[in-house]
Structures are given as structure tokens and as C-alpha cells.
């Protein structure tokens, strides 16, 4: 039976900081890229999303790390639109074309609640970071209903600091992307300004709430941070830069889940550089990075020279993660 969800339910403080949140979205600074339409009132940005966050798909998912996916799966919810533009996003028909329906905060809530219910290990937000606002409010309705599992916030890592801010003590486990080293690629590839300084503050932000990853007894995220960096063909992500930040900024105690599944889609079979699979070569040399830089805690997804299946579904289809090995978490 579903757990009736009050607006009175929720303390005037916390009321307060969803007003706060909701501010944001007029005119819109929501994201780093501060575009400043009026949300509120329906004008779309980048992200294409206006007052109401639009959900794309919510369900037990196995394809994550598996500190995230445990034997029950993490209870992942898809939102729709996205802050990048990246050329080879393998989510395209959800960050790009907007696949999926505006649901009100009390209906997200009821989401994460049913997910709870079916034996979720976590509440798995992917691609959050222009609807803080919308999930911030959320959160605070499930919280009041009965949601008692982790929070995963799952990103591109394009964020921005103050409205992260805002969600100190609801979030439990930050999940970012590093995706860059160098500004250049950022912009040309995913459509990025200063990328890589935004990205950096928001990892420090992120670090700073909730520190390094730790697991409980059976080996499931509970609190921390967890990077992921997709590496790209031609060297284009800089993984020597990302990993020399994680390791003198963060320490060499924080995962990194190293992913290397990349293969081109969307915009990316038209760009000469990034239009082919990784070689063994380039997979051998982050390797070596991960290495020679000393994070041996995470994740390393197994080499594959068959092509993937696309990501397009992702309520329904297993991601490449799947096939990841792990180095010892402690």
C-alpha cells in the first residue's frame, strides 16, 4: 500500500532549504552553466527540463559497481535531460532527446519508495544535477514516508557547488564522473565551459560532505565517494591529470571505478577521433596510470574487443559494469 505523502510531513528548516533550491531555477543557476531562464515558469535550458523533473526509467538495476549492486540490485531512477552535450553519450535517447514523463516531487518519492519496497540496496539518482531542486524535495517526502536506504547521487560531475551544498546529510554515497583534464576536449566534445575547474570544486565539495567510500559487513557502499572516469579513445580524457588530482587531493583511499566500455555512439561516429573502440594499447596505459599513481581501491572494468550492447534501455538492459573486477576495498 503506498504511504501517503504530506508537505506538512516535512520540517519548516528543511521546507526552507527546498525553497532555497528552488530558487535556483529563476532565474536558473542550477547547474555550472548559470543560464538563467525561469524554470519555474517552463523555459528550458540546456538541460531541457523546466519546473518538474522528468523521470526516464526507475528499477532494480545490475549492471552498477558492485558495492552498489550488491545480490538485490540498486534501485536506479533514470532522470530524463542533462546539463552536457557530450558526442558519444551513451544515454542519448534520455539525456538528449528527453525520453520520459514529468513527475511531481511526491510521485519521485513514491518511486523511491516502491523501489525500497522491492529490495533495493540504494536509491541510485542518475543524472541529478539539474534537478537538485526536484530531487532535494523528494528525498525530503520519502524520508518522511519511510525511505531509510542509501542515497546514491550518480553524475557527470558538472555541478555546482552551492546547490550541492544543499544537500549535505541526504545524500550518502556521491557517485561523479571525472570525464576531463583539459578544458579543450571538455568543450569540443561535451560542450562544457571550465569543465574541468567545475568539476574539480564539485568533487571537493562532494569529498568534504561525506569523505572516502566505506562498506558495510557485506560489502555495500554506505557512505563516500566512488570516481568514475570513462577513458576515451585518442587519449581525449586526460586520465593521467584526473587520477593525479584524485590521489593528491582526495588520497589514494578513494575508489576509482575505471571504465573501459567505451565505444562510439550518438554524435561521436561522425567525430574522426572519437569514432572507433579503445585499443588494447590505450587500455593497458591507464592501467598503468591507475597504477603508477597508487589507487589500487575500485573498480577496473575487464577489456573487450567485441562491440557492446548500447545502453539506450537503460531500465532493462545489463551495463558493461557488469564485467568489472575489483581491487580490495577496505
Same mark, same amino acid.
Given at each position: 500500500? $503506498? ?16 525553497? %532555497?533550491?528552488?530558487?535556483? =531555477? ?25 519546473? #518538474? ?6 528499477? =532494480? ?12 540490485? $540498486? ?8 546539463? =552536457?552535450?557530450?558526442?558519444?553519450? +551513451? ?19 513514491? @518511486? ?16 541529478? $544535477? ?16 519511510? #525511505?531509510? @536506504?542509501?542515497?546514491?547521487?550518480? /553524475? ?7 546547490? #550541492? ?43 568534504? +560532505? ?23 579513445? &585518442?587519449?581525449? /580524457? ?7 588530482? @584524485? ?13 573501459? +566500455? ?19 594499447? %590505450? ?6 596510470? =591507475? ?18 550492447? &548500447? ?6 538492459? %545489463? ?12
Amino acid at each position: 500500500m $503506498s504511504v501517503p505523502l504530506l508537505e506538512d510531513s516535512i520540517s519548516p528548516e528543511v521546507r526552507e532549504k527546498i525553497a %532555497e533550491a528552488y530558487r535556483a =531555477l529563476f532565474p536558473c543557476r542550477a547547474c555550472p552553466r548559470h543560464c538563467g531562464v525561469n524554470r519555474l515558469s517552463g523555459e528550458q535550458g540546456t538541460c531541457r527540463t523546466g519546473a #518538474l523533473a522528468k523521470v526516464a526509467a526507475a528499477n =532494480l538495476h545490475f549492471g552498477e559497481e558492485p558495492c552498489l549492486t550488491g545480490t538485490r540490485g $540498486s534501485g536506479t531512477v533514470f532522470f530524463s535531460g542533462c546539463n =552536457l552535450a557530450c558526442d558519444f553519450c +551513451q544515454n542519448f535517447p534520455l539525456s538528449q532527446y528527453g525520453q520520459g514523463v514529468e513527475r511531481t516531487p511526491g510521485e519521485i518519492a513514491e @518511486i523511491y519508495l516502491d523501489l525500497q519496497r522491492r529490495g533495493a540496496h540504494n536509491i541510485n539518482l542518475v543524472t541529478p $544535477s539539474h534537478v537538485i531542486p526536484q530531487v532535494l524535495h523528494s528525498l525530503a517526502l520519502a524520508r518522511a514516508g519511510g #525511505l531509510t @536506504i542509501p542515497v546514491v547521487y550518480n /553524475s557527470n560531475g558538472y555541478d555546482e557547488p552551492a546547490m #550541492l551544498r544543499l544537500l549535505e546529510g541526504w545524500i550518502d554515497v556521491y557517485l561523479p564522473d571525472m570525464k576531463y583534464s583539459a578544458e579543450a576536449p571538455a568543450l569540443r566534445y561535451s560542450k562544457a565551459p571550465a569543465y574541468v575547474e567545475r568539476n574539480r570544486a564539485a568533487v571537493r565539495e562532494m569529498f568534504r +560532505q561525506v569523505g572516502a567510500l566505506s562498506l558495510d559487513g557485506q560489502g555495500l557502499a554506505q557512505r563516500g565517494v566512488l570516481v568514475r572516469h570513462l577513458l576515451l579513445p &585518442s587519449e581525449l /580524457s586526460g586520465f593521467e591529470g584526473v587520477a593525479r588530482f @584524485i590521489r593528491e587531493e582526495l588520497g589514494e583511499h578513494v575508489p576509482v571505478s575505471f571504465m573501459g +566500455q567505451y565505444f562510439p555512439t550518438h554524435r561521436a561516429l561522425r567525430v574522426p577521433l572519437l569514432a572507433r573502440r579503445l585499443t588494447a594499447e %590505450e587500455y593497458e596505459k591507464g592501467l598503468g596510470i =591507475l597504477f603508477s599513481e597508487g589507487l589500487l581501491e575500485g573498480y577496473v572494468q575487464e577489456f573487450e574487443e567485441e562491440e557492446p550492447i &548500447s545502453s539506450s534501455r537503460p531500465e532493462t538492459e %545489463e551495463s558493461a559494469c557488469q564485467k568489472e573486477m575489483t581491487f580490495a576495498i577496505s
